[in-house]
């Protein structure tokens, strides 16, 4: 989901999430997920939120607490902190980890309870361009390797057209637009292919070409 | 203000606090200066040896003290006291803190109750008390209860109201229940300020009861003084004096560092910021 800020994309999906209550309209969701309830949606937010006083481990396996056995919890926190490269951190405190592998624990925290969905808010806003090129790399492999629906909500175009396989425009609480991308990822943005997706784009946010407005 | 609470917290991690291990040798030019200044004023005869006995009298009287076994046992009654009105203090004022904490509408009706009882020092409660309770145990006990409470209430409200409601939110979206958020958040977010108002409390119910024990009581250390004032024994209170500084001091430095190894993140969120 592609928009300004102040489109409503943040609270759409904090929606989804049923952080937030719809003044009007209702929100249905797939037989599947609404059975399983909560636990079929994670979010993933702007800032990584970790629980300062648990180790990155333990805040990966925070949900899990309690409602699973405690071999099982093991086993699946160290799977998850192996898929994302983070075994080395597991006994780290968060105020010991870098913006970055914070994002990453939080991820891996909204994994841990395997959900079929994985709404995401800007999620690498606040992190540096390699940093945030590596991470969108991550999901890319990660939505590739499992079943999952990611639902990304982003205003960095080069952000949504290198990871979007479909991209919703929002604009002022609409719909601006709706377009679908085939092409396989990783993906180079800066490729030809990509100049028309762009201008379409940024003709549904902006309303029309940046080019247009000299004129 | 990011950076800072960032680079504070990562250094208060990575510098292990010892105290006194640094600055022991700075630590002791002070006191052993007034030591000295005490030491030649006495033997000089500054004064008379009735207003501030010499050093080596009160040594002398320590040390017989602690031999007839007077001195540990006004401390162990003391300490003994406080021990037991600290926790009947705790008690009361730990669950109704988080109550007030999680449900500030109920404030509307107790806190300006609770403001004006906390401006009344519960020494001057002490006759009251005296006449309810007589002189036994229970005054002693309540006010030191009296004594505690605020200091704990008010940080434990603190704490519990302060907690990053976007850490609350993390657990909305992981399913947890609010009791589970409660136990899981809340309450490990609140652990410092829980700390600080406990530390607080104990400090208080200390001077408290000293005060209390001045006035009203047939033993402890504050009656040790009051007795040997009646004997015009000015070395008996300086020993008590120097006893109670080093055992408030002592308990106090054992609860920090109790506090330091419970907390030691200090309540910044995921990332040093708040």
Known sequence: MLGRSGSGKTTLLRLLAGLEKPTEGRILLPEAISVRGRSAVGFVFQEPRLMPWLTAGENVAFALEGRLDKATIAARTAAILALLGLEAFRDAYPDQISGGMAQRIALGRTLALDPEVVLMDEPFGALDSFTRRRLQDEIAALHQRTAKTFLFVTHDVEEALALGETIVVLDAGRIADHLDIALPRPRETGCSEFLPLRRRVLEAIVGKTPLAEHR | ?274
């Open chain 2, 1 to 274: 203000m990011e950076k800072t609470q960032q680079s504070a917290s990562a250094e208060a991690e990575r510098r292990p606090f010892v105290p006194g291990s640094s600055g022991l040798l700075e630590g002791l030019l002070f006191p052993l200066a007034i030591l000295g200044f005490w030491w030649i004023g006495s033997s000089l005869e500054l004064w008379n040896a009735f207003l501030l006995p010499s050093p080596a009298s009160v040594g002398k009287t320590a040390v017989t003290l602690v031999r007839n076994g007077d001195l540990l046992r006004h401390i162990g009654t003391s300490s003994l006291r406080v021990f037991w009105g600290f926790a009947l203090s705790c008690l009361t004022a730990l669950p109704l803190g988080v109550l007030l904490g999680l449900r500030p509408r109920l404030g509307r009706f107790v806190n300006g109750t609770l403001e004006f009882l906390r401006h009344v020092p519960p020494l001057a409660l002490l006759p009251l008390l005296l006449l309810w309770f007589g002189i036994g145990e229970a005054s002693k006990t309540a006010i030191i209860v009296l004594a505690a409470f605020f200091p704990v209430l008010l940080n434990t409200v603190d704490g519990i109201r302060r907690c990053d409601e976007n850490l609350i939110e993390v657990g909305i979206s992981l399913g947890l229940s609010e009791r589970e958020r409660l136990r899981r958040i809340r309450l490990p977010w609140a652990l410092p300020s829980i700390l600080t108002g406990l530390r607080l409390g104990l400090g208080y119910s200390w001077r408290a009861l000293i005060g209390a024990e001045l006035i009203a009581a047939s033993s402890g250390l504050g009656y040790l003084i009051h007795d040997a004032q009646g004997l015009s024994r000015s070395d008996i209170i300086v020993v008590a004096i120097v006893t109670m500084g080093f055992l408030g001091a002592l308990v106090d430095d054992l609860f920090f560092r109790l506090a330091q190894h419970l907390v030691p993140w200090k309540g910044g969120d995921g990332h040093g910021r708040h």
